[in-house]
């Protein structure tokens, strides 16, 4: 009787090398990030980009600005942010938003930012620096911190419609300003962003 396996051995591992060399190698690019992108039906970039671009605009282009600053002898408005407030049912980066529209706001030149998220941290080091462990002429006196004039808050909300291998989702922005003192909404504005989808097949 005649032995097979080295023959069976050889057309297994012929088979392996055959699969191995039709394996086709990951391939990756560096990819423009201004560069409206759709990859799926999911909230992306491009769409935060445009929403904030919108939202900047509207913010530093609006009367509240040139009034503050007259009725406060020409002062720089000091704002603190609220993060944005994710209504929709996907997992949205609403943090980074806040932090895009936040440094625009601040690299414009016009608006004064007081930093909220880390407020416990700095209170916290400055308990720290008066406790006693400091010396005298290097520690940062407490009750100096500056006091904000308006709240930014805002929100994003979602509507999603099918029919049959078509879907529609409509995202909507919508911003405020607060006045701290007086409650008074000082500036709002809205952004619409619609996005329309078909794939063959799909029942969403």
């Not at 720290?128 to 308006?150: E, H, L």
């Not at 979602?158 to 701290?180: A, F, R, V």
Request: aromatic share 8%.
């Amino acid at each position: 009787m005649i032995c097979c396996f080295p023959r069976i051995v050889f057309f297994a591992v012929a088979a392996a090398v055959s699969m191995s060399s039709c394996t086709q190698k990951m391939q990756g690019e560096y990819s423009d990030p201004t560069k409206v992108e759709i990859v799926d039906d999911k909230f992306n970039e491009s769409d935060v980009q445009s929403m904030m671009n919108v939202m900047i605009t509207s913010a530093l282009g609006r009367p509240w600005y040139e009034q503050f600053k007259k009725n406060s002898g020409g002062k720089q408005p000091i704002v603190i942010v609220q993060d944005i407030e994710n209504r929709t049912d996907e997992h949205i980066d609403t943090k980074a938003m806040t932090e895009i529209m936040e440094t625009e706001l601040v690299n414009s030149g016009k608006v004064r930012f007081m930093e909220k998220a880390r407020r416990d941290q700095i209170m916290e080091e400055q308990a720290f620096q008066n406790s006693g462990a400091v010396d005298d002429k290097s520690k940062k006196k407490t009750g100096n911190m500056t006091g904000a004039d308006f709240l930014l808050a805002g929100s994003i909300t979602s509507q999603i419609h099918t029919n049959g291998t078509l879907k529609t989702t409509s995202y909507q922005m919508q911003m405020k300003l607060i006045n701290i003192e007086t409650s008074e909404i000082q500036w709002t504005d809205k952004h619409l962003l619609k996005k329309r989808f078909n794939r063959p097949g799909a029942k969403w």
